[in-house]
């Protein structure tokens, strides 16, 4: 069925579409948010596989990520005693909060399946690679997530690589640009 169809049916025919409901029809979701990301992290690791998973919180660490006031540039996750646990984060302390405030950057634990914290185990352990948290938000539902990324760390010669890569793709966009 076309989407001209599905946008009448849905009784918001009332006038001309607006332009955001384009090509993609696909309305934007007011829960979701990203909180923190970690952006050096594609830059100093090699990401080759992500995963989301569940972070455990306490309410004054949601009422603060809601505020995005939360850092995990500097954080990595590690599997610890059979868990997988988020270490060095750092979420603000909640100031309406006065009698049940929280540490800043106390360890967090993270929620993933036994299959999944069994291949995340094996690759750390015997593959040498890191977690790598990338990015913490909130998701269509309004639950706090977290993506890491199973990565190998790169040497100097890769960065510089990929930072050549980098600025030949702006070059190339910035001369596609003034032929146009």
Not at 24 to 30: D, T
Not at 48 to 57: A, K, V
Not at 124 to 134: D, Q, S, Y
Request: proline share 3%.
């Amino acid at each position: 069925m076309p989407r001209v169809a599905l946008w009448s049916r849905a009784g918001l025919d009332t006038g001309p579409r607006p332009a955001y409901l384009g090509a993609m029809a696909k309305l934007s979701n007011p829960n979701y948010k990203v909180v923190a990301e970690n952006r050096r992290a594609r830059y100093d690791f090699a990401i080759e596989e992500d995963l989301e998973c569940g972070i455990m919180l306490y309410g004054s660490e949601v009422k603060s990520l809601r505020e995005g006031q939360a850092n995990i540039a500097e954080s990595y996750a590690a599997v610890e005693d059979g868990e997988l646990w988020l270490i060095n984060s750092y979420i603000a302390p909640y100031l309406q909060a006065k009698t049940f405030g929280h540490e800043e950057k106390r360890r967090r634990k993270l929620l993933v399946s036994r299959k999944e914290l069994a291949r995340l185990w094996q690759a750390t352990a015997r593959k040498g690679m890191t977690l790598v948290p990338l990015v913490l938000y909130f998701n269509d539902r309004g639950i706090a997530k977290l993506k890491i990324g199973i990565a190998k760390g790169k040497k100097a010669a890769d960065k510089r690589e990929t930072e050549a890569k980098r600025d030949w793709q702006r070059q190339k966009a910035r001369l596609l640009r003034q032929n146009q």
